[in-house]
């Protein structure tokens, strides 16, 4: 098992490496760019991402010469200013140095987690990282956790009562939920439940209220559960349908397995047979599951979320970086979860050998 987790360890290097380079070329060709927002921001213009060249000219044209006598410039909205302000910007944000260079230096600095400074926040991405990492964490736990909790034992009951009118019931719940996204069950909670036309109980925006370091530790308990309500419940809305299908299709299975028959056969409670026997072996591939679906809720659902309801995590952040094309902290977030999620798919393996010891990955090839 040692050297199957080494292995898996040393992949994560390639790999990671494999996903900056796809990601850092995609960026070389994206139009906008840092300086083209500083030199809007310079003549109090709104900044066009659509295009990069000056002069009028279509993107994938050369720029039309200067007419006020200036050469001509890669960046839009460059026409008046000062080639030797463009020169400045492009050392300042490291753009004097060909891709393939600034790619390795940024990549060095990685290794380390030297993430660099943000272009526009004025402080170390490493720790604008490290403070939003725990509201992204803690959302992805929570919903997780619910997920759980509600799918396992529903899917038992399913299971159990396959074919009954609670069965059928429950499987049309269960469709309507999967089949509309969790922002949009976001969207429809802030209008009923946070001020939007009816009722105002929960707040919109916020992981915390401003008051929070003043308040006694139960009443911060209550304040932050009572800001992460809606949050947490427009996704579990969603993200319970797949997993209560699985257990109870994994339930159903086992069931019929003739192990089941011997142990009824033998005068065994219906209790002692579901949880003595088969619970064991149907929940092998939902509990080692939860790491993947922890990974998969940080790494989708809740960026939206984040969004929706103003909460400071990663998702919120890259967006944001997305938008400014703050290039230091939109590699970092990736960096970061990327990092983050080929550690968990190891953990998800690890978790298949405590559930069942009879599953060796060492003697994979």
């Given at each position: 098992?040692?050297?199957?987790?080494?292995?898996?360890?040393?992949?994560?290097?390639?790999?990671?490496?494999?996903?900056?380079?796809?990601n850092?070329?995609?960026?070389?060709?994206?139009?906008?760019?840092?300086?083209?927002?500083?030199?809007a921001?310079?003549?109090?213009?709104?900044?066009?991402?659509?295009?990069?060249?000056?002069?009028g000219?279509?993107?994938?044209q050369?720029?039309?010469?200067?007419?006020?006598?200036?050469?001509?410039?890669k960046?839009?909205?460059?026409?008046?200013?000062?080639?030797?302000?463009?020169?400045?910007?492009?050392?300042?944000?490291?753009?004097?140095?060909?891709?393939?260079?600034r790619f390795?230096?940024?990549?060095?600095?990685?290794?380390?987690?030297?993430?660099?400074?943000?272009?526009?926040?004025?402080?170390?991405?490493?720790?604008?990282?490290?403070?939003?990492?725990?509201?992204?964490?803690?959302?992805?736990?929570?919903?997780?956790?619910?997920?759980?909790?509600i799918?396992?034992?529903?899917?038992?009951?399913?299971?159990?009562?396959?074919?009954?009118?609670?069965?059928?019931?429950t499987?049309?719940?269960?469709?309507?939920?999967?089949?509309?996204?969790?922002?949009?069950?976001?969207?429809?909670l802030?209008?009923?439940?946070?001020?939007?036309?009816?009722?105002?109980i929960?707040?919109?925006?916020?992981?915390?209220?401003?008051?929070?370091?003043?308040?006694?530790?139960?009443?911060?308990?209550?304040?932050?559960?009572?800001?992460?309500?809606?949050?947490?419940?427009?996704?579990?809305?969603?993200?319970?349908?797949?997993?209560?299908?699985?257990?109870?299709?994994?339930?159903?299975?086992?069931?019929?397995?003739?192990?089941?028959?011997?142990?009824?056969?033998?005068?065994?409670?219906?209790?002692?047979v579901?949880?003595?026997?088969?619970?064991?072996?149907?929940?092998?591939?939902?509990?080692?599951?939860?790491?993947?679906?922890?990974?998969?809720?940080?790494f989708?659902?809740?960026?939206?979320?984040?969004?929706?309801?103003?909460?400071?995590?990663?998702?919120?952040?890259?967006?944001?970086?997305?938008?400014?094309?703050?290039?230091?902290?939109?590699?970092?977030?990736?960096?970061?979860l990327?990092?983050f999620?080929?550690?968990?798919?190891?953990?998800?393996?690890?978790?298949?050998?405590?559930?069942?010891?009879?599953?060796?990955?060492?003697?994979?090839?």
């Amino acid at each position: 098992m040692l050297a199957y987790i080494v292995r898996r360890l040393l992949l994560v290097i390639p790999t990671l490496f494999g996903i900056m380079v796809v990601n850092f070329a995609i960026i070389q060709f994206a139009p906008g760019g840092p300086i083209d927002f500083v030199i809007a921001q310079i003549k109090g213009a709104p900044v066009d991402p659509t295009a990069r060249v000056s002069g009028g000219g279509e993107l994938g044209q050369q720029p039309k010469p200067d007419q006020g006598g200036g050469s001509a410039s890669k960046y839009r909205g460059a026409r008046g200013i000062d080639p030797a302000i463009i020169k400045e910007l492009e050392k300042q944000f490291g753009f004097d140095r060909p891709p393939l260079e600034r790619f390795f230096l940024m990549m060095g600095k990685f290794a380390t987690f030297d993430f660099g400074t943000s272009y526009f926040r004025d402080r170390k991405v490493i720790d604008l990282v490290l403070d939003k990492m725990p509201v992204s964490i803690s959302i992805g736990l929570w919903t997780t956790l619910l997920v759980y909790l509600i799918s396992i034992p529903l899917g038992i009951r399913k299971a159990v009562r396959d074919g009954s009118t609670f069965d059928v019931w429950t499987s049309g719940a269960i469709i309507f939920g999967y089949s509309i996204p969790s922002f949009l069950f976001a969207i429809l909670l802030i209008v009923l439940f946070a001020g939007g036309r009816y009722f105002s109980i929960f707040p919109l925006r916020g992981l915390v209220s401003d008051n929070f370091w003043q308040l006694p530790w139960w009443q911060q308990a209550f304040d932050y559960l009572w800001h992460m309500a809606l949050p947490i419940v427009s996704l579990v809305i969603g993200g319970f349908a797949s997993l209560t299908m699985l257990t109870k299709n994994c339930f159903l299975d086992e069931i019929n397995k003739q192990y089941v028959v011997t142990a009824r056969a033998k005068g065994l409670t219906e209790r002692r047979v579901l949880y003595g026997h088969v619970f064991r072996n149907a929940m092998l591939l939902i509990i080692a599951g939860f790491p993947g679906a922890f990974l998969g809720v940080l790494f989708t659902g809740a960026l939206l979320i984040e969004i929706i309801f103003s909460l400071d995590g990663l998702g919120l952040l890259g967006f944001e970086a997305a938008i400014n094309r703050d290039y230091p902290v939109m590699f970092a977030t990736l960096y970061t979860l990327t990092l983050f999620g080929l550690l968990i798919k190891i953990v998800s393996d690890m978790t298949y050998t405590i559930v069942d010891p009879r599953i060796d990955f060492s003697q994979r090839g």
